[in-house]
């Protein structure tokens, strides 16, 4: 593993490497925020690439030194479908680790995929303002997020008006793409985070990351304009979606 700190990117040889990085980050921030505030409020993300992750944090030697009373689980994103559905994110969380973890449902906000958008993101916008209570926007102490060869991340897809969003925390998407109804956390709140994580592999990943690391973003993406204001964002890679960085982005 080789990282760059003041870009925050750290690549890994492959899936698995970077799937184990990232589960030790999550043990060690999870055990600090629990010391020093008493809590740790992490959102998740759907998509293929967290599964193994997920599943890493449920092994025992990762499991039992998580405080899961302390810990809550939000979702960065989730799609239209009921709990169950094959196309859930929480069904992904559910069967990679919440049901291996002694966590209770109390800490397991999920997105009520099974409503429409607009009734599932206004739901959602009323339990973050529960959770984080007067806080104008919430703060995450960890959002772990993945990113699409298109720049979408979360449900927030190039071009969508969702991107300009600034005043609500939830929204309901209707995107193009498979899945069409989604409910997404905002940009506001991605950046309000005190840290983010984007897990991305893959060689079909090489060309958006270069676009958003060493050509200044010119679309726009929505990956490439997660920058926490107070915090810090970390891209953990894998070997083949780093193959388009030059050596000043990754010394290799
Ligand atoms: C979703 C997402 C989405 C995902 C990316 C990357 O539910 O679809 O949260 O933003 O993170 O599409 O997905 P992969 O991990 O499958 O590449």
């Avoid at 429409?116 to 960890?142: K, M």
Wanted: aromatic share 8%.
């Amino acid at each position: 593993m080789k990282s760059r700190v003041d870009t925050r990117i750290r690549v890994y040889a492959d899936l698995e490497e970077l799937s184990q990085a990232a589960a030790d980050f999550f043990v060690k921030m999870s055990r600090e925020a629990s010391t020093s505030k008493g809590g740790f409020a992490v959102a998740i993300s759907g998509g293929s690439t967290p599964r193994r992750f997920l599943s890493l944090l449920a092994a025992s030697t990762r499991q039992e030194r998580i405080s899961w009373t302390s810990t809550h689980i939000f979702w960065a994103d989730e799609r239209c479908v009921p709990p169950g559905h094959p196309d859930s994110n929480y069904k992904l969380a559910h069967e990679a680790l919440l049901s291996k973890i002694p966590i209770r449902d109390e800490n397991v906000h999920r997105i009520k995929g099974e409503e429409n958008s607009v009734t599932a993101a206004r739901d959602y916008e009323e339990s973050l303002r529960l959770f984080f209570g007067t806080q104008p926007l919430p703060v995450f102490d960890l959002i772990i997020l993945g990113a699409g060869a298109d720049g979408h991340t979360a449900s927030l897809f190039p071009g969508s008006a969702a991107v300009h969003e600034r005043r609500r925390i939830a929204l309901p998407i209707h995107a193009e793409a498979p899945k069409p109804d989604r409910v997404t956390l905002t940009l506001p709140v991605l950046n309000n985070a005190s840290q983010v994580f984007f897990l991305v592999s893959g060689r079909e990943k090489a060309a958006i990351l270069h676009e958003i690391m060493e050509d200044g973003n010119p679309k726009h993406c929505p990956a490439g304009l997660v920058k926490p204001v107070h915090g810090h964002v970390t891209w953990l890679i894998d070997r083949e979606a780093a193959s388009l960085l030059s050596e000043q982005t990754f010394p290799r």
